[in-house]
Protein backbone atom coordinates (compact mmCIF):
# COMPACT_ATOMS: atom_id res chain seq x y z
CA UNK A 1 0.00 0.00 0.00
CA UNK A 2 1.47 3.46 -0.96
CA UNK A 3 1.38 5.79 2.15
CA UNK A 4 3.62 8.58 1.15
CA UNK A 5 5.28 10.13 4.32
CA UNK A 6 4.52 13.76 2.85
CA UNK A 7 1.04 13.59 3.32
CA UNK A 8 -1.20 14.17 6.41
CA UNK A 9 -4.15 11.56 6.28
CA UNK A 10 -7.94 10.74 7.54
CA UNK A 11 -8.97 7.94 9.32
CA UNK A 12 -11.96 7.84 6.62
CA UNK A 13 -9.38 7.55 3.58
CA UNK A 14 -8.82 11.19 2.48
CA UNK A 15 -5.14 12.57 1.90
CA UNK A 16 -4.80 15.90 3.06
CA UNK A 17 -1.94 17.93 1.95
CA UNK A 18 -1.00 21.47 2.89
CA UNK A 19 -0.05 24.17 0.95
CA UNK A 20 0.14 27.16 2.81
CA UNK A 21 -3.41 28.05 3.84
CA UNK A 22 -4.83 25.47 1.39
CA UNK A 23 -5.62 21.99 1.40
CA UNK A 24 -5.54 19.60 -1.05
CA UNK A 25 -7.88 16.68 -1.00
CA UNK A 26 -7.78 13.05 -2.60
CA UNK A 27 -8.27 9.62 -1.63
CA UNK A 28 -5.41 6.95 -0.47
CA UNK A 29 -4.52 4.60 -2.85
CA UNK A 30 -6.00 2.09 -0.28
CA UNK A 31 -9.10 3.47 -0.57
CA UNK A 32 -9.25 3.26 -4.24
CA UNK A 33 -8.22 0.13 -4.11
CA UNK A 34 -11.18 -1.25 -2.01
CA UNK A 35 -13.83 1.00 -4.21
CA UNK A 36 -12.21 -1.05 -7.53
CA UNK A 37 -12.80 0.45 -10.93
CA UNK A 38 -14.16 4.70 -10.36
CA UNK A 39 -16.64 5.32 -12.93
CA UNK A 40 -18.00 8.80 -11.58
CA UNK A 41 -18.04 10.98 -9.42
CA UNK A 42 -20.16 14.03 -8.86
CA UNK A 43 -22.58 15.87 -5.95
CA UNK A 44 -19.58 18.36 -5.16
CA UNK A 45 -20.87 21.55 -3.33
CA UNK A 46 -20.77 24.91 -4.48
CA UNK A 47 -17.37 26.61 -5.32
CA UNK A 48 -17.03 29.47 -2.80
CA UNK A 49 -19.42 27.93 -0.55
CA UNK A 50 -18.18 27.06 3.20
CA UNK A 51 -17.50 23.19 3.79
CA UNK A 52 -16.90 21.93 7.10
CA UNK A 53 -15.05 19.04 8.10
CA UNK A 54 -16.01 15.68 8.43
CA UNK A 55 -18.96 16.75 5.59
CA UNK A 56 -19.75 15.13 2.42
CA UNK A 57 -17.63 17.39 -0.46
CA UNK A 58 -18.20 14.37 -3.14
CA UNK A 59 -20.06 10.87 -4.10
CA UNK A 60 -17.64 8.46 -5.79
CA UNK A 61 -19.56 5.63 -7.37
CA UNK A 62 -17.59 2.67 -8.52
CA UNK A 63 -18.59 -0.29 -10.60
CA UNK A 64 -19.14 -2.19 -7.19
CA UNK A 65 -19.65 0.65 -4.47
CA UNK A 66 -20.92 4.23 -3.77
CA UNK A 67 -18.57 6.28 -0.80
CA UNK A 68 -18.53 9.14 0.33
CA UNK A 69 -15.26 11.95 0.42
CA UNK A 70 -15.29 14.43 2.82
CA UNK A 71 -13.81 17.28 4.05
CA UNK A 72 -10.81 17.16 5.87
CA UNK A 73 -10.51 20.39 7.41
CA UNK A 74 -13.25 23.12 7.71
CA UNK A 75 -12.54 25.74 5.04
CA UNK A 76 -13.71 27.91 2.05
CA UNK A 77 -14.16 25.41 -1.60
CA UNK A 78 -11.75 26.87 -3.86
CA UNK A 79 -11.58 24.58 -6.73
CA UNK A 80 -12.49 21.45 -7.64
CA UNK A 81 -10.56 19.03 -9.80
CA UNK A 82 -12.92 19.09 -13.33
CA UNK A 83 -10.85 16.26 -15.00
CA UNK A 84 -12.32 13.72 -13.06
CA UNK A 85 -15.87 14.25 -13.92
CA UNK A 86 -14.50 13.04 -17.27
CA UNK A 87 -11.77 11.19 -16.26
CA UNK A 88 -13.16 9.66 -12.66
CA UNK A 89 -10.57 6.75 -13.67
CA UNK A 90 -7.76 8.88 -12.91
CA UNK A 91 -8.53 8.32 -8.99
CA UNK A 92 -7.57 4.59 -9.55
CA UNK A 93 -4.44 5.31 -11.61
CA UNK A 94 -2.59 7.79 -9.71
CA UNK A 95 -4.37 8.41 -6.57
CA UNK A 96 -2.14 11.04 -5.10
CA UNK A 97 -2.21 13.11 -8.17
CA UNK A 98 -6.00 12.90 -8.91
CA UNK A 99 -7.10 15.67 -6.08
CA UNK A 100 -10.52 16.02 -5.69
CA UNK A 101 -10.57 19.55 -4.12
CA UNK A 102 -8.89 22.52 -2.62
CA UNK A 103 -10.23 24.15 0.44
CA UNK A 104 -8.70 27.48 2.13
CA UNK A 105 -8.34 26.37 5.58
CA UNK A 106 -10.08 28.56 8.20
CA UNK A 107 -9.62 26.51 11.10
CA UNK A 108 -5.65 25.65 11.25
CA UNK A 109 -5.37 23.74 14.51
CA UNK A 110 -7.49 21.09 12.91
CA UNK A 111 -4.26 20.38 10.52
CA UNK A 112 -3.11 19.19 13.96
CA UNK A 113 -5.80 16.12 14.32
CA UNK A 114 -5.11 14.64 10.93
CA UNK A 115 -2.99 11.36 11.02
CA UNK A 116 0.79 11.37 9.89
CA UNK A 117 1.77 8.76 7.30
CA UNK A 118 2.61 6.35 10.11
CA UNK A 119 -0.19 6.90 12.11
CA UNK A 120 -3.02 5.82 8.69
CA UNK A 121 -0.70 2.59 8.71
CA UNK A 122 -1.52 2.00 11.66
CA UNK A 123 -4.98 1.72 11.15
CA UNK A 124 -4.43 -0.80 9.19
CA UNK A 125 -2.36 -2.99 11.26
CA UNK A 126 -4.04 -5.30 14.20
CA UNK B 1 -36.27 -25.41 -1.43
CA UNK B 2 -39.04 -26.41 1.37
CA UNK B 3 -40.76 -23.74 3.29
CA UNK B 4 -40.30 -24.37 6.78
CA UNK B 5 -42.56 -21.91 9.05
CA UNK B 6 -41.64 -20.78 12.14
CA UNK B 7 -42.66 -23.33 15.41
CA UNK B 8 -44.81 -22.48 18.25
CA UNK B 9 -41.86 -22.76 20.64
CA UNK B 10 -39.99 -20.33 17.96
CA UNK B 11 -42.68 -17.41 18.00
CA UNK B 12 -42.93 -17.62 21.65
CA UNK B 13 -39.05 -17.07 21.98
CA UNK B 14 -39.09 -14.02 19.66
CA UNK B 15 -42.31 -12.67 20.90
CA UNK B 16 -40.35 -12.74 24.40
CA UNK B 17 -37.18 -10.99 22.94
CA UNK B 18 -39.43 -8.17 21.41
CA UNK B 19 -41.39 -7.80 24.89
CA UNK B 20 -45.15 -8.81 23.69
CA UNK B 21 -47.26 -11.11 24.97
CA UNK B 22 -49.38 -12.36 21.76
CA UNK B 23 -49.75 -11.91 17.85
CA UNK B 24 -52.56 -9.93 18.13
CA UNK B 25 -50.42 -7.56 20.37
CA UNK B 26 -47.77 -7.36 17.90
CA UNK B 27 -50.23 -6.18 15.75
CA UNK B 28 -52.04 -3.62 17.85
CA UNK B 29 -51.36 -0.90 15.33
CA UNK B 30 -53.49 -2.39 12.97
CA UNK B 31 -57.00 -0.60 13.72
CA UNK B 32 -59.31 -3.26 14.98
CA UNK B 33 -62.44 -2.56 12.53
CA UNK B 34 -60.40 -3.94 9.38
CA UNK B 35 -58.93 -6.90 10.99
CA UNK B 36 -60.67 -10.20 9.11
CA UNK B 37 -62.23 -12.35 11.88
CA UNK B 38 -63.69 -15.66 11.10
CA UNK B 39 -67.28 -14.02 11.15
CA UNK B 40 -66.52 -10.89 9.39
CA UNK B 41 -64.75 -13.40 6.78
CA UNK B 42 -67.52 -15.89 6.31
CA UNK B 43 -69.99 -12.84 5.62
CA UNK B 44 -67.32 -11.47 3.23
CA UNK B 45 -67.28 -14.90 1.49
CA UNK B 46 -71.37 -14.76 1.38
CA UNK B 47 -71.31 -11.37 -0.34
CA UNK B 48 -68.40 -11.77 -3.12
CA UNK B 49 -68.71 -13.94 -5.47
CA UNK B 50 -65.43 -16.16 -4.21
CA UNK B 51 -66.35 -19.59 -3.46
CA UNK B 52 -66.69 -20.34 -0.06
CA UNK B 53 -64.42 -23.78 -0.61
CA UNK B 54 -62.22 -25.31 -3.02
CA UNK B 55 -63.78 -26.53 -6.63
CA UNK B 56 -63.77 -29.21 -9.53
CA UNK B 57 -61.66 -27.24 -12.19
CA UNK B 58 -65.54 -28.02 -14.50
CA UNK B 59 -66.95 -26.16 -11.37
CA UNK B 60 -64.69 -23.52 -11.26
CA UNK B 61 -64.85 -22.19 -14.99
CA UNK B 62 -68.43 -22.52 -14.64
CA UNK B 63 -68.45 -20.44 -11.75
CA UNK B 64 -65.78 -18.01 -13.31
CA UNK B 65 -68.02 -17.42 -16.59
CA UNK B 66 -71.15 -16.78 -14.43
CA UNK B 67 -68.75 -13.87 -12.56
CA UNK B 68 -67.44 -12.68 -15.85
CA UNK B 69 -70.77 -11.99 -17.54
CA UNK B 70 -71.38 -9.62 -14.46
CA UNK B 71 -68.68 -7.21 -16.46
CA UNK B 72 -70.34 -4.70 -18.17
CA UNK B 73 -69.03 -4.61 -21.87
CA UNK B 74 -69.18 -1.46 -23.78
CA UNK B 75 -69.75 -1.23 -27.49
CA UNK B 76 -67.57 1.57 -27.47
CA UNK B 77 -65.62 3.83 -25.19
CA UNK B 78 -65.17 7.44 -24.78
CA UNK B 79 -63.10 7.88 -22.34
CA UNK B 80 -59.40 8.49 -21.57
CA UNK B 81 -57.90 10.29 -19.13
CA UNK B 82 -54.91 8.63 -18.83
CA UNK B 83 -55.87 5.40 -19.95
CA UNK B 84 -56.87 4.48 -23.21
CA UNK B 85 -58.78 1.83 -25.53
CA UNK B 86 -56.61 0.97 -28.44
CA UNK B 87 -55.96 -1.66 -30.92
CA UNK B 88 -53.78 -4.23 -29.50
CA UNK B 89 -51.96 -6.35 -32.77
CA UNK B 90 -51.83 -9.78 -32.39
CA UNK B 91 -47.89 -10.08 -32.42
CA UNK B 92 -47.90 -8.44 -29.41
CA UNK B 93 -49.82 -11.05 -27.39
CA UNK B 94 -48.10 -14.36 -29.42
CA UNK B 95 -44.68 -12.84 -28.42
CA UNK B 96 -44.78 -12.03 -24.89
CA UNK B 97 -46.41 -15.82 -24.50
CA UNK B 98 -43.20 -17.12 -25.94
CA UNK B 99 -42.21 -19.07 -22.53
CA UNK B 100 -38.13 -17.07 -22.71
CA UNK B 101 -39.87 -14.57 -22.35
CA UNK B 102 -42.95 -15.37 -20.28
CA UNK B 103 -40.76 -16.99 -17.58
CA UNK B 104 -38.25 -15.03 -17.47
CA UNK B 105 -37.24 -12.15 -13.85
CA UNK B 106 -34.99 -9.77 -13.76
CA UNK B 107 -31.76 -10.23 -15.81
CA UNK B 108 -29.23 -9.67 -13.31
CA UNK B 109 -27.40 -12.62 -14.36
CA UNK B 110 -26.16 -11.28 -18.08
CA UNK B 111 -24.82 -14.29 -19.36
CA UNK B 112 -27.93 -16.28 -19.15
CA UNK B 113 -30.40 -13.60 -20.05
CA UNK B 114 -29.22 -12.43 -23.18
CA UNK B 115 -32.35 -12.60 -25.03
CA UNK B 116 -34.29 -10.43 -22.62
CA UNK B 117 -31.54 -7.56 -22.40
CA UNK B 118 -31.48 -7.22 -25.65
CA UNK B 119 -35.35 -6.64 -25.73
CA UNK B 120 -35.10 -4.22 -23.11
CA UNK B 121 -32.25 -2.39 -25.11
CA UNK B 122 -34.65 -2.66 -28.35
CA UNK B 123 -37.02 -0.97 -25.97
CA UNK B 124 -35.09 1.89 -24.40
CA UNK B 125 -33.66 2.53 -28.00
CA UNK B 126 -37.14 3.02 -29.34
CA UNK B 127 -38.87 5.46 -25.97
CA UNK B 128 -35.32 7.42 -26.22
CA UNK B 129 -36.21 8.08 -30.48
CA UNK B 130 -39.66 8.92 -29.26
CA UNK B 131 -39.24 10.70 -26.83
CA UNK B 132 -35.98 12.70 -28.64
CA UNK B 133 -33.88 12.67 -25.88
CA UNK B 134 -30.39 10.23 -25.54
CA UNK B 135 -31.32 7.34 -22.69
CA UNK B 136 -34.39 5.93 -21.49
CA UNK B 137 -34.51 3.69 -18.71
CA UNK B 138 -36.18 -0.12 -19.03
CA UNK B 139 -39.30 1.22 -17.24
CA UNK B 140 -40.80 2.30 -14.31
CA UNK B 141 -44.00 1.36 -12.84
CA UNK B 142 -46.54 4.07 -14.36
CA UNK B 143 -46.41 7.63 -15.68
CA UNK B 144 -47.18 8.81 -11.85
CA UNK B 145 -44.73 7.61 -10.37
CA UNK B 146 -42.45 8.28 -13.30
CA UNK B 147 -43.44 11.56 -12.77
CA UNK B 148 -42.60 11.60 -8.82
CA UNK B 149 -38.97 10.62 -9.52
CA UNK B 150 -38.34 13.11 -12.30
CA UNK B 151 -39.43 15.68 -9.80
CA UNK B 152 -36.63 13.60 -7.41
CA UNK B 153 -34.30 14.26 -9.74
CA UNK B 154 -34.90 17.52 -10.01
CA UNK B 155 -34.64 18.40 -6.50
CA UNK B 156 -30.83 16.36 -6.48
CA UNK B 157 -30.02 19.15 -9.05
CA UNK B 158 -31.49 21.99 -7.09
CA UNK B 159 -31.26 21.12 -3.46
CA UNK B 160 -31.94 24.86 -2.22
CA UNK B 161 -35.17 25.30 -3.65
CA UNK B 162 -38.66 23.60 -2.81
CA UNK B 163 -41.42 24.91 -5.82
CA UNK B 164 -42.50 22.65 -8.68
CA UNK B 165 -44.23 24.33 -11.34
CA UNK B 166 -46.99 22.88 -13.49
CA UNK B 167 -47.41 23.72 -16.59
CA UNK B 168 -51.04 22.83 -18.46
CA UNK B 169 -53.90 20.83 -16.56
CA UNK B 170 -52.09 18.12 -14.79
CA UNK B 171 -54.17 14.59 -14.77
CA UNK B 172 -55.33 15.11 -11.06
CA UNK B 173 -53.99 11.37 -9.91
CA UNK B 174 -50.77 12.03 -10.98
CA UNK B 175 -50.47 15.11 -8.74
CA UNK B 176 -51.95 13.05 -5.70
CA UNK B 177 -49.30 10.67 -6.46
CA UNK B 178 -46.55 13.43 -6.09
CA UNK B 179 -47.77 15.16 -3.30
CA UNK B 180 -47.73 11.85 -1.71
CA UNK B 181 -44.71 10.49 -2.58
CA UNK B 182 -43.06 13.96 -1.87
CA UNK B 183 -45.01 14.96 0.99
CA UNK B 184 -41.66 14.59 3.67
CA UNK B 185 -39.76 17.21 1.06
CA UNK B 186 -41.70 20.10 1.47
CA UNK B 187 -42.40 20.73 -1.87
CA UNK B 188 -44.39 23.53 -3.02
CA UNK B 189 -46.93 22.85 -5.95
CA UNK B 190 -47.33 25.74 -8.42
CA UNK B 191 -49.84 25.27 -11.60
CA UNK B 192 -49.91 27.96 -13.70
CA UNK B 193 -50.93 28.84 -17.53
CA UNK B 194 -48.39 28.74 -20.57
CA UNK B 195 -49.21 32.62 -21.42
CA UNK B 196 -47.82 33.29 -17.42
CA UNK B 197 -44.99 30.53 -16.85
CA UNK B 198 -42.15 33.75 -17.35
CA UNK B 199 -43.83 35.99 -14.80
CA UNK B 200 -44.91 32.37 -12.33
CA UNK B 201 -40.92 31.79 -12.53
CA UNK B 202 -38.99 32.85 -8.69
CA UNK B 203 -35.88 31.59 -7.53
CA UNK B 204 -37.25 28.82 -5.81
CA UNK B 205 -38.42 27.09 -8.84
CA UNK B 206 -36.59 23.91 -8.82
CA UNK B 207 -38.55 21.80 -11.61
CA UNK B 208 -40.85 22.95 -14.47
CA UNK B 209 -43.48 19.96 -15.68
CA UNK B 210 -44.93 20.81 -18.91
CA UNK B 211 -47.97 18.61 -19.03
CA UNK B 212 -48.15 17.91 -22.75
CA UNK B 213 -50.79 17.22 -23.96
CA UNK B 214 -52.76 17.95 -20.58
CA UNK B 215 -55.51 16.42 -18.83
CA UNK B 216 -57.89 17.96 -21.01
CA UNK B 217 -56.01 17.16 -23.73
CA UNK B 218 -54.83 20.13 -25.14
CA UNK B 219 -51.51 20.46 -27.14
CA UNK B 220 -49.31 22.54 -25.60
CA UNK B 221 -46.06 24.21 -27.31
CA UNK B 222 -43.70 22.52 -25.24
CA UNK B 223 -40.52 24.12 -26.76
CA UNK B 224 -41.94 28.18 -26.19
CA UNK B 225 -42.29 27.41 -22.47
CA UNK B 226 -38.72 26.00 -22.46
CA UNK B 227 -37.52 28.45 -23.73
CA UNK B 228 -39.29 31.09 -21.84
CA UNK B 229 -38.36 29.22 -18.28
CA UNK B 230 -34.39 28.70 -19.65
CA UNK B 231 -34.47 32.60 -20.47
CA UNK B 232 -35.13 33.32 -17.29
CA UNK B 233 -33.27 30.75 -15.18
CA UNK B 234 -31.16 27.69 -16.93
CA UNK B 235 -30.66 25.71 -13.92
CA UNK B 236 -34.75 25.11 -13.49
CA UNK B 237 -35.09 21.34 -14.74
CA UNK B 238 -37.68 21.27 -17.59
CA UNK B 239 -40.12 18.07 -17.45
CA UNK B 240 -42.80 17.10 -19.96
CA UNK B 241 -44.88 14.47 -18.64
CA UNK B 242 -46.94 12.96 -21.19
CA UNK B 243 -49.97 10.58 -20.62
CA UNK B 244 -50.83 9.29 -24.01
CA UNK B 245 -47.85 7.99 -25.40
CA UNK B 246 -49.12 7.72 -29.31
CA UNK B 247 -49.08 11.69 -29.19
CA UNK B 248 -45.17 11.33 -29.66
CA UNK B 249 -45.83 9.64 -32.72
CA UNK B 250 -46.99 13.07 -33.66
CA UNK B 251 -45.70 16.17 -31.52
CA UNK B 252 -42.27 17.46 -31.60
CA UNK B 253 -40.49 15.27 -29.37
CA UNK B 254 -39.69 16.49 -25.63
CA UNK B 255 -36.10 16.59 -26.51
CA UNK B 256 -36.41 18.33 -29.36
CA UNK B 257 -38.01 21.13 -27.32
CA UNK B 258 -35.09 21.42 -25.14
CA UNK B 259 -36.90 19.17 -21.73
CA UNK B 260 -34.50 17.58 -19.80
CA UNK B 261 -35.83 15.19 -18.73
CA UNK B 262 -39.36 13.07 -20.26
CA UNK B 263 -41.75 11.10 -18.56
CA UNK B 264 -45.11 9.04 -19.40
CA UNK B 265 -47.37 7.07 -19.12
CA UNK B 266 -47.25 3.73 -22.09
CA UNK B 267 -49.94 2.00 -21.93
CA UNK B 268 -51.04 2.88 -24.73
CA UNK B 269 -48.47 0.76 -26.80
CA UNK B 270 -50.01 -2.34 -26.96
CA UNK B 271 -51.48 -2.91 -22.92
CA UNK B 272 -54.45 -3.78 -22.32
CA UNK B 273 -56.76 -1.28 -19.78
CA UNK B 274 -56.86 -3.97 -17.28
CA UNK B 275 -59.12 -1.81 -14.78
CA UNK B 276 -56.56 1.28 -14.84
CA UNK B 277 -53.64 -1.37 -14.33
CA UNK B 278 -50.66 -2.23 -14.34
CA UNK B 279 -49.23 0.17 -16.64
CA UNK B 280 -45.70 0.74 -18.00
CA UNK B 281 -44.29 3.89 -16.75
CA UNK B 282 -41.41 6.01 -19.07
CA UNK B 283 -38.42 7.93 -18.19
CA UNK B 284 -35.62 9.46 -20.49
CA UNK B 285 -33.00 12.20 -20.19
CA UNK B 286 -31.15 14.01 -22.17
CA UNK B 287 -27.17 14.36 -20.69
CA UNK B 288 -24.56 12.42 -19.18
CA UNK B 289 -25.20 14.09 -15.53
CA UNK B 290 -28.96 13.45 -15.35
CA UNK B 291 -27.95 9.66 -16.25
CA UNK B 292 -26.45 8.84 -13.42
CA UNK B 293 -29.67 10.28 -11.16
CA UNK B 294 -32.09 8.97 -13.12
CA UNK B 295 -33.55 5.89 -10.97
CA UNK B 296 -34.51 2.17 -12.36
CA UNK B 297 -32.18 -0.86 -14.73
CA UNK B 298 -30.33 0.55 -17.74
CA UNK B 299 -29.19 -2.06 -20.28
CA UNK B 300 -25.80 -1.29 -22.21
CA UNK B 301 -24.33 -2.47 -25.21
CA UNK B 302 -20.72 -3.50 -24.46
CA UNK B 303 -17.50 -5.64 -25.54
CA UNK B 304 -16.39 -8.52 -23.60
CA UNK B 305 -13.56 -7.97 -21.83
CA UNK B 306 -11.52 -10.79 -23.10
CA UNK B 307 -12.52 -11.79 -27.42
CA UNK B 308 -14.34 -9.63 -29.69
CA UNK B 309 -18.01 -10.63 -28.98
CA UNK B 310 -20.25 -7.92 -28.27
CA UNK B 311 -23.59 -8.26 -25.61
CA UNK B 312 -25.77 -6.70 -23.65
CA UNK B 313 -25.85 -5.73 -19.71
CA UNK B 314 -26.83 -4.25 -16.77
CA UNK B 315 -25.05 -1.16 -15.90
CA UNK B 316 -24.83 2.01 -14.63
CA UNK B 317 -26.76 0.67 -11.31
CA UNK B 318 -24.63 2.28 -9.02
CA UNK B 319 -27.95 4.32 -8.21
CA UNK B 320 -29.67 1.47 -7.09
CA UNK B 321 -30.29 -0.20 -3.43
CA UNK B 322 -28.02 -3.21 -3.50
CA UNK B 323 -25.30 -1.28 -4.34
CA UNK B 324 -25.87 2.44 -2.84
CA UNK B 325 -27.59 0.65 0.57
CA UNK B 326 -29.17 3.77 2.34
CA UNK B 327 -27.78 6.03 0.21
CA UNK B 328 -29.55 4.75 -3.07
CA UNK B 329 -30.84 7.85 -5.01
CA UNK B 330 -34.30 5.80 -5.56
CA UNK B 331 -36.53 3.55 -4.13
CA UNK B 332 -37.17 2.05 -7.49
CA UNK B 333 -35.57 -1.45 -7.02
CA UNK B 334 -38.38 -3.20 -9.74
CA UNK B 335 -39.74 -2.59 -13.26
CA UNK B 336 -43.03 -3.63 -15.59
CA UNK B 337 -41.10 -5.62 -17.69
CA UNK B 338 -43.18 -7.33 -19.02
CA UNK B 339 -45.47 -4.67 -20.20
CA UNK B 340 -42.24 -3.55 -21.28
CA UNK B 341 -41.61 -6.36 -23.42
CA UNK B 342 -45.64 -5.53 -24.78
CA UNK B 343 -44.47 -1.97 -25.93
CA UNK B 344 -41.30 -3.05 -27.43
CA UNK B 345 -42.85 -5.40 -29.43
CA UNK B 346 -46.04 -3.06 -30.10
CA UNK B 347 -44.13 -0.27 -31.30
CA UNK B 348 -41.73 -2.71 -33.44
CA UNK B 349 -44.90 -4.12 -35.21
CA UNK B 350 -45.83 -0.59 -36.17
CA UNK B 351 -43.14 0.78 -36.84
CA UNK B 352 -42.37 4.76 -36.86
CA UNK B 353 -44.68 5.21 -40.14
CA UNK B 354 -47.37 2.61 -38.33
CA UNK B 355 -47.30 4.66 -35.20
CA UNK B 356 -47.65 8.11 -36.67
CA UNK B 357 -50.55 6.45 -38.72
CA UNK B 358 -52.51 5.64 -35.75
CA UNK B 359 -51.84 8.72 -34.04
CA UNK B 360 -53.55 10.80 -36.90
CA UNK B 361 -56.47 8.60 -37.34
CA UNK B 362 -56.86 9.23 -33.02
CA UNK B 363 -56.63 13.42 -34.13
CA UNK B 364 -58.58 13.34 -36.98
CA UNK B 365 -61.62 10.92 -35.23
CA UNK B 366 -61.14 12.82 -32.20
CA UNK B 367 -61.72 16.20 -34.52
CA UNK B 368 -64.67 14.76 -36.39
CA UNK B 369 -66.51 14.04 -32.92
CA UNK B 370 -65.55 17.47 -31.20
CA UNK B 371 -66.63 19.49 -34.57
CA UNK B 372 -69.94 17.34 -34.25
CA UNK B 373 -70.30 18.66 -30.64
CA UNK B 374 -69.04 22.63 -31.20
CA UNK B 375 -72.89 22.77 -33.04
CA UNK B 376 -74.49 21.88 -30.19
CA UNK B 377 -76.65 24.59 -28.77
CA UNK B 378 -75.05 24.85 -24.97
CA UNK B 379 -71.69 23.02 -25.45
CA UNK B 380 -68.36 24.85 -25.49
CA UNK B 381 -65.12 23.64 -25.93
CA UNK B 382 -62.55 24.57 -23.70
CA UNK B 383 -59.31 23.71 -24.97
CA UNK B 384 -57.40 27.20 -25.72
CA UNK B 385 -55.30 25.32 -28.51
CA UNK B 386 -54.94 22.40 -30.82
CA UNK B 387 -56.41 18.76 -29.30
CA UNK B 388 -54.56 15.37 -29.77
CA UNK B 389 -57.76 12.20 -28.99
CA UNK B 390 -59.01 13.95 -25.98
CA UNK B 391 -60.53 17.30 -25.82
CA UNK B 392 -63.05 19.26 -22.87
CA UNK B 393 -66.78 20.11 -23.24
CA UNK B 394 -68.46 22.61 -20.38
CA UNK B 395 -72.14 22.61 -20.37
CA UNK B 396 -73.95 25.55 -18.39
CA UNK B 397 -76.31 22.92 -17.00
CA UNK B 398 -75.02 19.76 -15.28
CA UNK B 399 -77.88 18.29 -15.70
CA UNK B 400 -77.08 17.55 -19.54
CA UNK B 401 -73.85 15.94 -18.45
CA UNK B 402 -75.54 13.32 -16.25
CA UNK B 403 -78.25 13.22 -19.14
CA UNK B 404 -75.74 12.15 -21.88
CA UNK B 405 -73.65 9.42 -19.63
CA UNK B 406 -77.06 7.72 -18.52
CA UNK B 407 -78.10 7.53 -22.36
CA UNK B 408 -74.91 6.40 -23.85
CA UNK B 409 -74.87 3.74 -20.71
CA UNK B 410 -78.06 2.84 -21.97
CA UNK B 411 -76.73 2.22 -25.33
CA UNK B 412 -73.85 0.01 -23.95
CA UNK B 413 -71.41 2.75 -24.73
CA UNK B 414 -68.86 4.09 -22.22
CA UNK B 415 -69.61 7.91 -22.31
CA UNK B 416 -67.50 10.97 -21.09
CA UNK B 417 -66.07 11.05 -18.43
CA UNK B 418 -67.45 13.73 -16.17
CA UNK B 419 -65.17 15.79 -14.74
CA UNK B 420 -67.30 17.84 -12.05
CA UNK B 421 -67.17 13.40 -10.27
CA UNK B 422 -63.68 14.11 -9.57
CA UNK B 423 -63.39 17.88 -8.48
CA UNK B 424 -66.48 20.23 -8.04
CA UNK B 425 -64.73 23.33 -9.62
CA UNK B 426 -64.98 21.24 -12.82
CA UNK B 427 -68.55 20.67 -12.87
CA UNK B 428 -70.72 20.39 -15.73
CA UNK B 429 -67.08 19.55 -17.96
CA UNK B 430 -67.03 16.92 -20.04
CA UNK B 431 -63.68 15.06 -20.94
CA UNK B 432 -64.33 12.97 -24.45
CA UNK B 433 -61.63 10.70 -25.76
CA UNK B 434 -61.64 9.12 -29.54
CA UNK B 435 -59.29 6.71 -30.97
CA UNK B 436 -58.66 4.74 -33.59
CA UNK B 437 -61.24 1.94 -32.00
CA UNK B 438 -64.40 4.29 -32.08
CA UNK B 439 -65.28 3.79 -35.69
CA UNK B 440 -67.56 6.50 -37.55
CA UNK B 441 -71.00 5.26 -36.64
CA UNK B 442 -70.66 4.76 -32.98
CA UNK B 443 -68.58 8.77 -32.79
CA UNK B 444 -72.21 9.49 -34.77
CA UNK B 445 -74.12 7.68 -32.18
CA UNK B 446 -72.84 9.60 -29.62
CA UNK B 447 -73.13 12.92 -31.46
CA UNK B 448 -76.82 12.47 -31.40
CA UNK B 449 -77.31 11.34 -27.71
CA UNK B 450 -75.21 14.51 -26.85
CA UNK B 451 -77.58 17.04 -29.33
CA UNK B 452 -80.57 14.89 -28.21
CA UNK B 453 -79.34 15.35 -24.20
CA UNK B 454 -78.99 18.79 -24.84
CA UNK B 455 -82.32 19.90 -26.07
CA UNK B 456 -84.43 17.74 -23.20
Not at chain 1, 92 to 104: E, G, L, M, Q, T
Not at chain 2, 400 to 409: F, G, L, S, T
Amino acid sequence: MNVPSTLKYTKTHEWVKIEGNTAVIGITDHAQHELTDIVYIDDFPDIGSSVEKGKIIAIIESVKAVAEVYAAVSGELLAINADLEKSPELLNKAPYDAWIAKVKITKPDEINGLLSADGYKKEFSP
Amino acid sequence: MDYIPHSDEEIQSMMQVVGVSSLEDLFDTVPRCILLDDAKAKAFFKSSALPMQGMAEIELKAHMNIVAAGNKIYRSMFQGAGSYWHFIPATVDYLVSRSEFWTSYTPYQAERSQGYLQAIFEYQSMVAELAGMKYSNASLHDGATALVDAIIMAIFQNKKRGTVMIVGQINPFYLTAAKTALMPRNITFKQVDPETVPQAINEDVLAVVICNPDFFGTILDTAAIVNAVKAKDKSIVAIQCTTEALSLALLKSPGAAGCDIFVGEAQSLGIPMCFGGPALGLIAVMDNKLLHKMPGRIVGFTKETSGDRYGFTLTLTAREQHIRREKALSNICSNEALNMLRAAIYMASLGSTGLCHVAEINVKRANYLKNKLRDVNGFSIINKGPTFNEFAIKVDDDAVVKRVIKECEANDILGPLDLGSLDSKWAGIMLFCVTEMNDVDAINELGTICLEASTK
